[in-house]
């Protein structure tokens, strides 16, 4: 009997595994010089985080969200995203009394359940980054040219950034009367009309194209937005052209969560497919309140891990072969050599070389086969003659070229050879 890995998850084995690690981490470091501090919450949280700070109408709470009671009955859910749980730990811990803005970044699983299929996932990762109490269109701009660092760290050229402003409780009850009233005049099946008075915002972001054909005189936002959203939304657009980061106004970019105000934006790569989106973020000036908080105006952003990954790959960024950071590979001969070349690479690895050798009792030919295949610059061979002259054979696996070098001396010659 065999299993398999659940519905829309997949394993990460080496080599890529070790890409996927320093995909992560390129996209970590540009939060680190900026000031961000690294925050780790648990994979679960209360229900109820998730259904007050995502949203009840939103398609993650409604339908993707993996719950179950725990076995004292507490309504438990795996997360599925990274935001709520930042404001809650920042709530919880009082970290908002401190310095403002309080700068925090995260990397860890998610889980929804999706309907799967390539780039969407029911397990997958994210890199993210909150900026919580201050409102100042700079924050905006500082976390969206970061976002933009981290993409071209990894290589990534084809990433548009698409931004676009959603305003604020000033503006946007009234565009969302108007818009609610275009909808209503539109041939949409019982569902959305549904959605049209829980959150019409969010039948603008309907993919289906029987939906999207109705869409083209759409109030838009923008059109709606009172002068100091404008003002605000001008001064985050005039910053990022500063830094030189290019982006497209998409009037009709909304996100799925409810929390968003004013700016959002969404990173998109044109390689993917339907699953295009690699990143997406905007402010959240309302959530603290939703979730019991004081008034603390946010913003933030979520990268995803796996669909930058897929960009990568779809731009041939993976394609050379992945160098083996293996270095020195130990073929010992016969008991006693197995021994002794046991402790050199040991010594090997703590003076900094990284090193492995044939287990198993392999012979000379499956023990160089192992050496080879193992993508390591040299062999050390140690066989019973070997030892006895307490020396061993290093040998070149590109040049074939083999020099006998006295054990007591190898690991100083090897690390001269690797360095
Ligand atoms: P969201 O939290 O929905 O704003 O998503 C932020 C980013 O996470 C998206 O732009 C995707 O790159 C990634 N993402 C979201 N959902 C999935 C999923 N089911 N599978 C893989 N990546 C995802």
């Known amino acids: 009997m065999s299993f398999q890995a659940p519905k829309g998850t997949f394993d990460w084995l080496p080599p890529r595994s070790e890409r996927v690690l320093a995909v992560r981490e390129a996209l970590v470091a540009p939060l680190r010089r900026a000031g961000y501090g690294y925050i780790e919450t648990p994979v679960f ?19 993707e969200m993996y719950t179950f009671p725990d076995k004292a009955g507490r309504s438990l859910t795996l997360r599925p995203e990274g935001t709520a749980s930042v404001v809650r730990a920042v709530l919880q811990h009082n970290l908002h009394n401190g310095q403002l803005p309080v700068k925090l970044w995260y990397s860890g699983s998610q889980f929804r359940y999706e309907r799967s299929q390539k780039g969407r996932y029911r397990h997958f990762w994210q890199v993210g980054a909150e900026a919580l109490g201050s409102e100042d269109p700079a924050l905006d701009a500082e976390l969206i040219v970061l976002a933009a660092h981290g993409f071209a760290t990894v290589g990534l050229k084809g990433v548009r950034l698409l931004i676009n402003s959603l305003g604020d409780k000033t503006c946007r009850p009234a565009y969302r009367a108007a818009l609610q009233e275009f909808l209503r005049g539109l041939d949409l099946d019982e569902d959305t009309r549904a959605r049209i008075d829980i959150n019409p915002l969010r039948v603008l972001d309907d993919k289906r194209p029987e939906v999207r054909a109705q869409l083209d005189g759409a109030p838009l936002v923008v059109d709606h937005l009172c002068a100091a959203c404008n003002a605000y939304h001008e001064e985050v657009r005039s910053l990022l052209s500063a830094s030189g980061v290019a982006f497209e106004d998409d009037p009709r970019l909304v996100r799925g969560l409810d929390y968003y105000t004013r700016t959002t934006f969404e990173f998109v790569h044109d390689g993917l497919g339907s699953q295009s989106a690699v990143g997406g973020g905007g402010r959240y000036d309302g959530l603290s309140e939703m979730l019991g908080g004081p008034p603390l105006p946010s913003v933030g952003w979520a990268l ?9 790959e ?4 993976l394609d050379e072969s992945t160098e083996s950071r293996l270095q020195v590979y130990g073929v010992p001969l016969g008991d006693d050599a197995r021994r002794r070349m046991f402790l050199l690479i040991s010594e090997l690895r703590e003076a900094g070389v990284s090193a ?3 287990f198993g009792g392999k012979g000379l030919k499956g023990a160089m086969k192992g050496a080879d295949r193992s993508g390591a610059a040299y062999a050390l061979i ?37 360095q």
């Open 304 to 312: 995803g891990v796996d669909r930058t990954f897929l960009a990568m």
């Open 356 to 358: 492995d050798m044939a």
């Open 45 to 63: 949280e209360d229900t109820q985080l998730f259904a007050r700070g995502v949203g009840e109408s939103t398609d993650i709470v409604s339908k």
């Open 314 to 317: 779809a731009e041939g960024l």
């Open 382 to 418: 140690l066989g019973e003659r070997d030892l006895a002259a307490e020396a061993v054979q290093v040998k070149d696996l590109t040049t074939a070229e083999q020099t006998e070098v006295p054990l007591a001396q190898v690991v100083d010659v090897l690390k001269g050879k690797v």
